[in-house]
DNA sequence: TAGATTGTTAATCGATTAACAATC
DNA sequence: TAGATTGTTAATCGATTAACAATC
């Protein structure tokens, strides 16, 4: 429990993600073997990252998946609601107020918002709402987590009204890399948040030079065919 | 030239980038303190890229920016086309299909696919070809890179196909982690290809748990404010 | 010169892998 | 039992940091 890296998280949900289908199969039992696989990584991190946290198997029998779910819940945090707002309604903004595989995870997208008074309809099943709304709405729905999907020259200041309102984890599909640095006092820092930035044309930048680097790329393990 | 592995490679994409911008605001010289800020790293790990791949500074001057560019074009080599084709032209394929940002950074949208003929239409300035004419086009036009935005049970065929037409970069945004392993044969790597995986719903419930577990997360040397 | 920055080496740290005993 | 898998420890590896000489 004392040594949760991120990446260790990281690795905890997905192999919750992986244990929710394997049970919808009506899979029963798991080895660190397949979880690994379907993560990607081997089993010896599998079963290290469970010893890390606790949990225990059966040997030569492998890991329930109905308890393993159980225990990892319990690591993890029951997550109640799981509620967004996205912030920024062009054309990333609502394809992902849209977007389907929401649902499926148990994510709800509350309601969308914009400076642009064309886009604003708040009779719809989400409403799009004026960015005057925004403070009010996330204090009175107690947002957490926000989709920042607005163009490049209002990404800042959108996110530091965002932290000032208290929302804590930030999906930033602006191409302004965000930080929380400065904000934060440690070691009892005051408001602690998360951003995950996604870049999407460094992404694409980045594939340019690795392909055409591929025959020098390699160094790493996975150097040949890399999947990230 | 020889130790240049994918961490690696994608710092110095980032400092290219960064470089372009502060070339931009006419700035001559740069230290490392100031690209590592920018970057996310400290002044050290930029000194020492640079010295993996041979690139001098001046001892009190810095960097002068405009041979640093030329240096690193250098290694990570020329990009005189950057053309992508999207396939699923759905809310977030046709998105980015009109993404500002990739015009800004060079990169060409040159067509998107779709098997719903209702969404065909060649004559839009981007046109929107049937998934039939994808082998063709990917050939004709020697495409390297692919937007995979299709939905989730048509995922793997599309991968497939475009690998088998040489596609060898895969930006893949269906929650299906699209792996080339497998495919790969090392060491001489037969069709090297490189897919990088954008999980939405997964980066958005990662979010979920980190921000609840932050007074947990704490062996991250950026537990508290951590960006990605 | 004094101060600041590079470039490199050594030390540290953490993560990954290897190995293998325990045991079902 | 034999075979297979867990769980843990030790060994390896690579990346990060610290330290500092070189020098502009």
Redesign the pocket.
Known sequence: MQHL?K??VLRLVRYLRVLKKLKSLGIVN????NLGDAVG?????V??D??MIS?????????NIDTLMNELRNILGKQERQDVVIIGCGRIGSALMHYKEFEKEGIRVLAGFDSDTSRINSELPIPILPLDDLEKYVTAHSIEVAIIAVPENSATKVFDDLVSYGVRGFLNFTSVELKCQGRCDRPNCGHNCTVHNVNISLELENLFYLINMHEMVM???DGHCDDV
């Not at 798991?30 to 073997?33: D, G, H, L, R, T």
């Not at 990584?41 to 991190?45: G, I, S, W």
């Not at 225990?56 to 890991?63: A, D, E, F, L, S």
């Open positions: 890296n990446s260790l798991v080895f660190s073997n990584v081997t089993p010896a991190v079963r290290k469970f010893s949990i225990q198997g059966n040997k030569r029998g492998g890991y160094a790493d393990q």
